[in-house]
């Protein structure tokens, strides 16, 4: 589980509470924790003298700051942050199919559950991204159905008989490529998604409706 950690903050509690001018935007009472506030700016004789601009009360001839302590909190929901993590994620590769390599594999699947852009109707240009982004092939132009060209010249996948394979079992990394129109996906460009080991696939947005009809290309 992910943690998120913030430490050393150091704010500037009185720094020119009152301090306004028509050059700068209202100084904030409260330093670095929230940034500079926008306003209303305006020349004020009363505002800006001496007094209010650096009043004696606050003016240390120092910066007074205070430093919280370290903290952190645990990634509950899994996706913040998740493009930042370094540990592949544990993905089910346990099959019986011969070649196929569990350690391509689990890097390809870490590598498209990263790319998490909901259906936008780019699953090619996302899944040749993960398979760049795991080391297993530069990224090539085409549509999703041309997958199945890219991949056949690609040595890092070999594509197996899906005779008697439910492809709703199929281990993590397993690249799936639809022909145009197959089983009811776009008639112009296919469709292509990468299992992640659990009877769910992803191109940027996850489904666990794997369907029939798919070309099954596993890393080797």
């Known amino acids: 589980m992910t943690a998120y950690t913030f430490n050393n903050l150091n704010a500037?509690?009185?720094a020119?509470?009152?301090?306004?001018?028509?050059?700068?935007?209202v100084s904030n009472p409260f330093g670095n924790i929230f940034g500079s506030m926008p306003g209303a700016c305006w020349s004020d004789p009363m505002l800006n003298n001496p007094f209010f601009n650096n009043p004696p009360l606050f003016n240390f001839g120092f910066t007074p700051t205070f430093q919280m302590p370290?903290?952190?909190f645990p990634d509950i929901f899994?996706?913040?942050n998740d493009n930042n993590y370094s540990k592949p994620r544990h993905?089910?590769?346990?099959t019986t199919l011969k070649e196929y390599n569990a350690k391509k594999a689990e890097k390809l699947a870490d590598a498209i559950s990263k790319i998490r852009t909901g259906f936008d109707g780019?699953?090619?240009?996302?899944?040749?991204?993960?398979?760049?982004?795991?080391g297993l092939g530069e990224y090539e132009s085409g549509h999703a159905y041309q997958l199945a060209d890219i991949l056949s010249d690609n040595k890092n996948f070999k594509e197996i008989s899906t005779d008697g394979v439910d492809l709703a079992e199929l281990p993590a990394g397993c690249v799936l490529v639809y022909d145009k129109g197959v089983a009811g996906y776009d008639s112009q460009y296919?469709?292509?998604?990468?299992t992640l080991g659990d009877?769910?696939?992803?191109?940027?947005?996850?489904t666990s409706n794997i369907r029939d009809g798919a070309r099954v290309f596993i890393p080797v």
């Open 190 to 194: 296919g469709h292509t998604e990468i």
């Open 12 to 14: 500037n509690l009185f």
């Open 16 to 25: 020119n509470p009152f301090c306004i001018s028509y050059s700068s935007p």
């Open 122 to 134: 780019k699953c090619a240009a996302h899944v040749k991204e993960a398979i760049a982004d795991a």
């Open 91 to 94: 993905f089910n590769t346990k």
């Open 199 to 206: 009877g769910t696939a992803s191109s940027g947005g996850i």
């Open 78 to 80: 899994g996706f913040l």
């Open 70 to 72: 370290n903290f952190s």
